[in-house]
């Protein structure tokens, strides 16, 4: 415990406690009275020898209550402060859900399956009163829930993260991760708080990113003052690569006929064969391999990709017999 104010505690006890003390010292004005017995005597006596100046003060309860009340009175006036440590912490759990994300591991599950079970368990090993908000980003980021110690509400939260197929693009998740983070902190350090202010003595925000490592702008993107830990939740030699457009039409000589051309392009660090399957109302049409050289380590690129590339080739499927409408599906 502290005091705002400690030189009024030595005030107000100066000018109260000693009159106070005082009193029980001096010696009382009495009358004369003549009585009946001596039975009072001895009492008397005794009163008077505690009512003589600088005799010892016999040990009266009327008394401490008194000094007790002026003691108190002195305390509150010195404005007591009590300062305790705060033991909840803050989490903030970002959960990429880019088209990368989208990718099914040898286990069954996408990334961003894997990232939503990582993240309840992070969840689960949150102390009682410790609290934490739910951020998901791909171009843009959305906060799913602010802080809060609601286990619940926490976990429809991540489980609520649908997939996408944007790109990643941490910028905006971080600028709104690190805006809430220095909301919660109030106060100021032990440093920088001036002579008698209040001290956070809180423990500062933790980010967790829940990621498959694919993101554009990681190199730019800062955290200031707060730590963040990356999971990633894509297997180790990983490929991610994509078909980045897809074009259908017919030719005009020849409306029966059907052109389909897709561009492909590889964003892994390793060299690739991928196969592109072209189907038609869940048809079968035709298969075509390709041989894609490494791309970049950073994920998606934010140029626009040139068919002379090594990690970029474009696939036509030419010529094929089909009269009617349908839907034209390409898989990689």
């Known amino acids: 415990m502290s005091f705002l104010s400690p030189g009024m505690i030595a005030l107000a006890a100066g000018l109260t406690v000693p009159p106070l003390v005082l009193m029980y010292f001096l010696k009382l004005r009495r009358r004369e009275v003549p009585i009946s017995s001596t039975f009072f005597w001895k009492r008397a006596v005794q009163d008077l020898q505690v009512n003589a100046p600088f005799q010892r003060i016999r040990n009266n309860l009327l008394l401490w209550i008194q000094l007790l009340i002026l003691i108190g009175g002195a305390l509150a006036l010195g404005r007591p402060m009590l300062q305790r440590q705060e033991k909840k912490n803050s989490l903030i759990l970002i959960l990429d859900r880019s088209a990368s994300m989208n990718v099914r591991e040898s286990d069954g599950r996408t990334r961003l399956e894997r990232a939503q079970k990582a993240a309840l368990q992070q969840l689960n090993q949150m102390d009682e009163f410790d609290r934490a908000m739910v951020i998901a980003f791909n171009d843009h980021a959305e906060m799913m829930t602010p802080f809060t110690d609601n286990r619940d509400e926490l976990r429809r939260a991540i489980e609520g993260i649908q997939p996408s197929q944007g790109l990643s693009r941490l910028q905006e998740a971080a600028a709104l991760a690190t805006a809430h983070a220095q909301s919660e902190i109030v106060g100021k350090t032990q440093e920088e708080a001036p002579p ?14 829940f990621s498959d490592g694919q993101i554009d702008d990681a190199a730019t993107v800062s955290f200031e003052k707060i730590p963040m830990q990356l999971i990633n939740v894509a297997s180790a030699g990983h490929t991610n690569a994509a078909i980045v457009s897809l074009q259908a039409s017919r030719y005009y000589e020849k409306p029966e006929q059907l052109s389909v051309v897709a561009t492909v392009q590889n964003f892994g660090p390793n060299e690739i064969d991928a196969d592109l399957q072209l189907l038609v109302n869940d048809r079968d049409m035709d298969i075509k391999t390709v041989r894609l050289g490494p791309g970049t380590l950073t994920g998606h690129s934010t140029d626009n990709a ?27």
């Open 196 to 209: 008698g202010s209040p001290i956070n003595t809180a423990p500062p925000a933790q980010m967790v990113l």
């Open 306 to 332: 040139s068919p002379v590339q090594d990690n970029v080739k474009v696939v036509a499927f030419d010529d094929l017999e089909f009269e009617n409408s349908g839907a034209i599906e390409v898989r990689l």
